[in-house]
């Protein structure tokens, strides 16, 4: 069985992270190639094909007549031609729940970059300020406690859960929006526009769908806190970019923190990449650390496993 990783440096760094359990299916190859590359003469003879962004297209399954799975190595799938898939018996699996910690500790470091402005004071220190300041300290920016404040949470799946447990730890009141029932869960069901207006804090968790594609745009901030702070770690695309950067300009909103775009990696033009005051961007890294890419690595394992013991759970075709 040949199986090859097309992206495997979007996942390994420096051999961190233990591919063994791909390798001893037989015959595995890992590859650096960019989405806007040609895959398919990596692909040939493949039987599956390990991707995270590389666009599998209808056509490009028909020109592998061999192939027989797609393992995603990323929860969103939106990068393969599911009907075509179907259509040609192509399995399709992605791996969904393994970065939950990581994107939550993510969310939260942004969250406290804007309660405590620890990156400005020790910018303001190692440029020799306090050295050289006459007081004991330096009081120059208002900074605030997360107890007691309202963290919005818009999408209580796997990851907004574990944002949920952070925010009750810090002994915030949590305030989610989701179109599922939350009742289950120990919460009520909340109109978004109750959540945009009570928070002090909204975090993003929910897919990119047609629904929820500028879920938060100018309208929504409008009816955000001007204290109130943006954090978005789920897709670019549910937050209109040029409409945040208004907002963070104008001071209607006080603050941001994002770690996807809608286009990525992002080019001139994108009005998150300009001057926008109060903004702190991360290039898509929320979900990598070590324990996350690891446990991302296991996953797309056990699909294969599951692909050849002809087990159909948790595949998507």
Known sequence: MRIVFLEEDTVVLDGDVDLSGLKAFGEYEGFTLSPAEDPLPACGGADIVIVNKMPM???????LPGLKCICVAATGYDNVDIESAREL????????????VSVAQHAFAMILH?????SLYAGDVSRGEWESSTKFNLLRY?????????LGIIGLGAIGKQVAAVGEGFGMEIIPYDIADLTPLGYRNLELDFVLGESDVITVHCPLTEETRNLIDANAFSKMKKSAVLINTARGGVVNEADLADALNSGTIAGAGVDTLSHEPPREGNPLTGKVKNLILSPHTAWTTVEARQRLVDGVVRSIERFIADDPTGFIV
């Open 57 to 63: 297209t209808g056509e490009r399954m028909r020109s």
């Open 89 to 100: 018996g192509v399995r399709v699996a992605n791996v969904a729940g393994y970065a939950a």
């Open 114 to 118: 804007f309660a405590v402005k620890l």
């Open 142 to 150: 208002r900074t605030f406690e997360l107890k007691g404040r309202k």
